[in-house]
């Protein structure tokens, strides 16, 4: 099934929230693992935007919240209340789509009706699997239970819009593991699922165990099956894959993320948060004293990682739009850009058209079947 990814918004609003209750084995995303400082951390993001706001012009609406982690669900509602109401007059704040990540455990009704009536219209919750196994195998704290408790809680609470995310080629699955959790996912029959590859990275206990001989992953060839598998099941259950990882039903895109696909401005606030602006890559460092610190003495915390000239950013459009299932309009980068992508990149196209890697097709350049299972190395030709 074919799935629209138009962008539609303009530019989003990222707010990372750095705490987690322990750290999972695999994760290498910033979090720190002692209980959350709701009022420092507060008052930090909000001096954070105030600073922000003396760049980012009015005329650009935000036009989604994506509340990512770490753990947002650790946060009361009370905080995101406070939230909101410091963000909406210091920036021009016009969500049309508010996501908030959670972890199942503890996800209550009456916490999720609260965060409802805030604004929140999508929750996406890290179910990762729905078997004992697969979740030990990943060091989650939660059992497939808190999962299902989690979306009845999210449906009684008035979320029609809700994300699973799951995670696969963990330890010990096997092709009949990752269908049970593709079954046990759509039996809660989301609008939207993330299905992951894990992936070991620098920094991580799996990465120390997989040094020393002490993790065993899937084979490649059984990898290769699983990455098949995905698509064919949830597409024969109206799922359309919309990006590498992404399925949705019709109408339910996540809006945020395609703002990154399509190389769009976006505003990160906390530690570890990256922003696109004016063609610019930023990012807070991954110190969450060293944050509050800076915005306790009036100060952004941000780094400028790389400044994209023209043919960078128009080769930076290109491999992150490839990402997405429906390619990318080569006129429409060349309108957008001043510089034409078929001429600049024609040998990388055409090496990777003979590699059986991307096609053409209606002016759109687009991952093949070979291709998708080999973005990686696709993205590599335009770096
Ligand atoms: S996977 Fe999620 S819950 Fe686990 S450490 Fe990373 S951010 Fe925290």
């Known amino acids: 099934m074919e799935v629209t990814a138009n962008p539609e918004a303009r530019a989003g ?3 990372h929230i750095p705490f987690c209750r322990a750290k999972c084995p695999y994760c290498d995303f910033y979090s720190v693992t002692r209980p959350p400082e709701e009022t420092s951390y507060l008052a930090a993001l909000l001096a954070e935007a105030k ?12 036009e989604t919240l994506y509340v990512g982690g770490g753990t947002p669900s650790l946060l009361s509602p009370r905080f995101y209340e406070r939230l909101l109401e410091g963000l909406l007059p210091i920036l021009p704040l016009a969500p049309r789509e508010m996501t908030l990540e959670a972890n199942p455990e ?3 009704f009456g916490y999720l009706k609260a965060l409802r009536e805030l604004g929140f219209n999508r929750l996406s919750i890290g179910a990762q699997s ?6 030990r ?9 808190d999962t299902r408790q989690a979306v009845e809680a999210a449906r009684q609470a008035g979320f029609e ?14 092709l009949h593991d990752l269908e049970e959790d593709l079954s046990a996912a759509l039996a809660l029959s989301p609008e ?4 992951y590859e894990l992936t070991v990275e620098e920094g991580t206990s799996f990465y120390r165990l997989l040094q020393e001989g002490r993790l065993t992953l899937p084979p490649e060839d059984l990898l290769v099956a699983m990455h098949e598998m995905i698509p064919e099941i949830l597409e024969a259950h109206g799922f359309g894959r919309y990006e590498i990882s992404n399925y949705a039903r019709p109408g339910f895109t996540c ?12 505003l990160g606030l906390g530690p570890a948060a990256a922003s696109f602006f004016q063609g610019k890559h930023l990012r807070n460092p991954e110190d969450l004293e060293g944050y509050l610190r800076s915005l306790g003495e009036g100060r952004l915390p941000v780094q400028v990682e790389e400044v994209l000239e023209e043919e960078a950013a128009l080769k930076e459009a290109l491999f992150l739009g490839l990402r997405l299932l429906e390619g990318v309009d080569l006129e429409e980068l060349s309108r957008r850009f001043g510089r034409d992508p078929a001429q600049l990149f024609a040998s990388e196209i055409s090496r990777l058209a003979a590699l059986g890697l991307v096609h053409l097709e209606g002016g759109r350049l687009k991952l093949t079947k070979k291709g998708l299972l080999l973005a990686n190395q696709v993205q590599l030709h335009f770096l």
């Open 192 to 195: 939207h699922l993330s299905c």
């Open 106 to 108: 503890g996800l209550r």
């Open 130 to 135: 729905f078997s004992e196994k697969g979740l």
């Open 51 to 62: 600073l922000w706001a003396e760049f980012w012009p009015e005329e650009l609406p935000l």
């Open 161 to 174: 819009n809700l994300s699973l995310d799951l995670i696969f080629g963990w330890p010990g699955q096997d």
């Open 137 to 145: 195998a990943l060091g989650r704290r939660h059992s497939p239970e």
């Open 13 to 15: 609003l990222y707010l």
């Open 255 to 266: 809006r945020h993320n395609l703002l990154y696909w399509h190389l769009k401005p976006y």
